[in-house]
C-alpha cells in the first residue's frame, strides 16, 4: 500500500513575525523559555509545523442499543478541532485561530495554548459542522509579541466500508481515530448503520489508532484493533470483529541487508475472560476479574490463547505470506504477565523504503467454555513503514 504526498496535511508556517520572534530550533525568543528541538529526527527540519484537524461528523448523533438495557438511546457526535504542533519555544502563548471557507470566517476564537518541549496539542469541540472550511489561520501571542501566525489549509480523505460480526449478528457498532494515540487530544467517532456500513470523510492523515467496537464487548465480542493506519487517501475497508482482540500490533524490520519483518501483538480472548464469569450471568464483574489479575500475576496466558503458526493467518498488502519463526514472550505490566506473540516473514519481494504498507492479521483459537469448544476469532492490521 503505497500512499501519496498530501501537502496539505502539515504546513511549515512561512508567515512568521519579525525575526526576533522566528522561533526556530537553537534560536532563543524574547520572553520564552527557548530549548533546542528537531521537528523531524529523520529530516532535521527545524522550522514550525502546525497541522490542524477538522472533523465533520457524517450525522450529529447516533443510535445506540446497550445489551443490558430495552431501550435505544442516542449518542450524540462532537464536530472537533484539532492542533498539533511543533518548534514553537517552551512558554505560555494565547491562540487565536479563525475557521475559514475561502475569505469568509466561520468560527472565530482564542484558546490557552502551553508548549513543552517544543510541542502542542489541543482540542476544541465546535458547536456545529462546517463542511464548507478551507483552512485555518492562527497565531500565537505571548503578551503584545506574535511569535507566530499563519494559514493551515484543511483536507480530508473519504472513509467507508463495512463492519460484520464473524457469528453473522448486529450489535451497535462505531469506530473511533486517535491521531496520536490514546493520550493524545481529539479522537474521530464515525458509527456504524445497522447494516455494518459506514462513511465519513476524516482529516487526511496517517492515524495512531482505529478502534473498532460495539455495544457486545467483553460479552458476546471484543475489538478490531488497527494500529498506524493510513488514510492520508481516500479508502474503503472491510473490518471484521470477533471473540478475540488484537492489542499492541506492532510491525518492524531490521536496519541490515535482509528482507525478514517481525510482527508483534498481544491477543486476549473472551472464552478465556468467561471463565472468570463465576456466577454465569456472561460477563465479568469487577470481583470476577479481580480473581483473573491475580491469575495473571503468575501466567501470562490466563487471558491469552495459546497460539501455534498455523493459527494464524498474515497478510502483507494484501499478499499471503508464510510464517517462517513463531514465539511467544511473556510480558511484564507491572505484576502482571500476558502473552506477546511475536512472528518472522521473510517477504519478497522485500517492502519498499519510504512508504506506508499494511500488515493484516487473522487468528482463531478453540476454547473451551463450560463444556462447549467455541472458535475465538480476532482480526488487526498495523501499517508498517521502512525507513
Not at 514550525?48 to 465533520?56: D, F, H, R, W
Not at 458476546?220 to 484493533?225: C, F, K, Q
Amino acid at each position: 500500500m503505497r500512499t501519496r504526498t498530501i501537502a496539505c496535511l502539515v504546513l511549515a508556517a512561512s508567515a512568521l513575525a519579525g525575526s526576533a520572534d522566528v522561533s526556530a530550533a537553537g534560536q532563543t525568543v524574547p520572553g520564552a523559555e527557548a530549548r533546542a528541538f528537531t521537528v523531524s529526527p529523520l529530516t532535521g527540519f527545524p522550522g514550525l509545523s502546525l497541522e490542524v484537524l477538522l472533523y465533520n461528523p457524517p450525522v450529529a448523533e447516533a443510535p445506540w442499543k446497550a445489551p443490558d438495557k430495552p431501550e435505544t438511546t442516542k449518542r450524540k457526535i462532537d464536530a472537533v478541532l484539532v492542533f498539533y504542533g511543533k518548534g514553537l519555544p517552551d512558554g505560555k502563548y494565547a491562540l487565536a485561530y479563525a475557521v475559514e471557507a475561502g475569505e469568509a470566517k466561520l468560527v472565530q476564537a482564542e484558546i490557552p495554548a502551553e508548549v513543552v518541549h517544543g510541542n502542542f496539542e489541543a482540542a476544541v469541540v465546535l458547536q456545529d459542522r462546517y463542511p464548507s472550511a478551507t483552512q485555518v489561520s492562527y497565531r500565537f501571542a505571548s503578551g503584545a509579541r506574535i511569535a507566530a501566525r499563519g494559514t493551515a489549509p484543511l483536507c480530508w480523505s473519504r472513509f467507508h466500508g463495512r463492519v460484520r460480526y464473524v457469528d453473522g449478528g448486529w450489535r451497535s457498532t462505531y469506530l473511533e481515530f486517535h491521531p496520536n494515540g490514546f493520550r493524545s487530544v481529539g479522537s474521530f467517532y464515525v458509527p456504524a448503520a445497522e447494516d455494518g456500513t459506514f462513511d465519513a470523510l476524516l482529516p487526511a492523515r496517517v492515524y495512531s489508532v482505529l478502534n473498532v467496537n460495539g455495544a457486545g464487548y467483553s460479552i458476546d465480542a471484543m475489538e478490531r484493533w488497527a494500529w498506524d493506519y493510513d488514510l492520508t487517501r481516500d479508502r474503503e475497508d472491510d473490518f471484521a470483529i470477533g471473540r478475540t482482540e488484537l492489542y499492541a500490533i506492532r510491525a518492524f524490520d531490521l536496519n541490515a541487508p535482509v528482507a525478514t519483518v517481525f510482527i508483534m501483538f498481544r491477543p486476549s480472548a473472551l472464552s478465556r475472560v468467561l471463565r472468570y464469569d463465576a456466577d454465569g450471568d456472561g460477563r465479568v464483574s469487577a470481583k470476577e476479574m479481580a480473581a483473573a489479575m491475580e491469575a495473571m500475576k503468575n501466567s501470562p496466558t490466563v487471558i491469552a490463547p495459546e497460539l501455534k503458526a498455523e493459527d494464524i493467518e498474515v497478510r502483507l498488502d494484501g499478499r499471503p505470506e508464510k510464517i517462517v519463526r513463531f514465539d511467544m514472550i511473556p510480558e511484564y505490566d507491572g505484576g502482571l504477565w500476558q502473552a506477546q506473540y511475536i512472528l518472522q516473514i521473510f517477504p519478497e519481494p522485500r517492502p519498499e523504503r519510504g512508504v506506508w504498507h499494511e500488515i493484516k492479521l487473522e487468528v482463531r483459537s478453540k476454547e473451551t467454555l463450560r463444556g462447549r469448544e467455541i472458535v475465538d476469532f480476532g482480526q488487526g492490521s498495523v501499517g508498517f513503514y521502512r525507513y
